[in-house]
Each structure stands twice: as C-alpha cells, then as structure tokens.
T-cell receptor, first 115, second 115 residues
Framework: KAGVTQTPRYLIKTRGQQVTLSCSPISGHRSVSWYQQTPGQGLQFLFE???????NKGNFPGRFSGRQFSNSRSEMNVSTLELGDSALYLC??????????????FGPGTRLTVL | AQSVAQPEDQVNVAEGNPLTVKCTYS??????LFWYVQYPNRGLQFLLK??????LVKGSYGFEAEFNKSQTSFHLKKPSALVSDSALYFC?????????????FGKGTRLSVIA
C-alpha cells in the first residue's frame, strides 16, 4: 500500500500571499488530520476531517482552513500568510477517527517558508 | 483538558546503554497513549501504544514503554541504544472521557546516541 503523500514538499511564499497544501491518505483511510510542527511548539493540531466533515478543530485563526473530498484527499489553505506561519505541515491518515484506538500514519510533510 | 509533557528537550546516551525518554500525561478519563518517532526530513512513525491491559507495552525496533497510572507516566525505554535510534520522539495522549477529541502531542524529545 502506498503511504500518505503530501504535495508540494517545499514551498516559499511571501507575507500576504495564500497557499494550498495537498494530502492523499492511505487507500481506504477516511480520516485526515493536519498538524503544524515548529521547533518551539512541537506538533499543534490544526483540524481533522472524516468522510468530508470537519470533526475537530484546533486553536488556530480563521486564516487556516481545510476541506476533504469524496476520495478522502484533503487540502488545507492558509490565507494572508504571516512570518510565523513558517513551519512543517504534517498530514496524517487513519482508518477511524484520529486518536481512536488505531495509530495515525504520517506523510513526510510540506515545509513552508514565509519571507 | 488533556495534556502531555515531555520534561526533557534532549537526552544523550552512549551506544549500548539503556535509554529512557520520559512522558507524563493528564486526562479526566482513561488515557490512550502513543509514542511516535521522527527521523530527519521524515514524517512521524508509530512506535507503540497503550490502550488497556498489560502495563508494559512492546513496540517496533526493540522499544517498550511502561504505563504507570499512579504516576501518570508512560516512559519510553530500550535496553541497549543504537546510533540509529537518534531521532525526535513524541508522546501523545487521547482522553477517552472527553468525547471525540484528537490526539495531543508533547513537544518532543531529541535523542542522541553517541558511538
């Protein structure tokens, strides 16, 4: 089975721009979660989608949004980029809801740099 | 609200010596506990989990963790460290008494195994 894929792997943007990141989960997985990883804060939960519905949302401003398609692929969007949005964005998939009894499978991440 | 703490940012150990990476948690119900490892430029990989049952959990790559309810801890251990174990380790918890909540991750502990 192919693992979780994320595109693009690297991205450089300037302040004020917007960005869209993509995640393809493992085949058959219906749950996709997004995390922001920074050296100081570790992994911060952004949101989780299950069967096209947002099930959980972390404590991030409304500039961060996401969606899930019928094939379980997910996108996250960040509008009006700020310098502090520079981070590694990780996507994880699982067969059930994230944090349930099964583990999550992570993609390699998208490294976003905001200049 | 559920939380998890990894009190050490960095752990150094000599190759062949036992290693311990500490994790403590706080939940209102029963904890579901996980350990993940992140190698450079990679996503997180699942190591092991505790849901219920035996307090000593065995996982991938020779790692194990001991669930201690009275001390609210879930320390990761390995009897003999390898240089290839050098990586960033994350503990995560979900509170089964808090409804459908996502996993909460610690800030990570960087393990360096010195030859």
């Amino acid at each position: 089975k192919a693992g979780v894929t994320q595109t693009p792997r690297y991205l450089i943007k300037t302040r004020g721009q917007q960005v869209t990141l993509s995640c393809s989960p493992i085949s058959g997985h219906r749950s996709v979660s997004w995390y922001q990883q920074t050296p100081g804060q570790g992994l911060q939960f952004l949101f989780e989608y299950f069967s096209e519905t947002q099930r959980n949302k972390g404590n991030f401003p409304g500039r961060f949004s996401g969606r899930q398609f019928s094939n379980s692929r997910s996108e996250m969007n960040v509008s009006t980029l700020e310098l502090g949005d520079s981070a590694l964005y990780l996507c994880a998939s699982s067969s059930g809801l994230a944090g349930a009894l099964g583990e999550q499978f992570f993609g390699p991440g998208t490294r976003l740099t905001v200049l | 609200a559920q939380s998890v703490a990894q009190p050490e940012d960095q752990v150094n150990v000599a190759e062949g010596n036992p290693l311990t990476v500490k994790c403590t948690y706080s939940v209102s119900g029963n904890p579901y506990l996980f350990w993940y490892v992140q190698y450079p430029n990679r996503g997180l990989q699942f190591l092991l989990k505790y849901i219920t049952g035996d307090n000593l959990v065995k996982g991938s790559y020779g790692f194990e963790a001991e669930f201690n309810k009275s001390q609210t801890s879930f320390h990761l251990k390995k009897p003999s460290a390898l240089v290839s174990d050098s990586a960033l380790y994350f503990c995560a918890v979900r509170d089964d008494g808090a409804g459908n909540t996502p996993l909460v991750f610690g800030k990570g502990t960087r393990l360096s195994v010195i030859a």
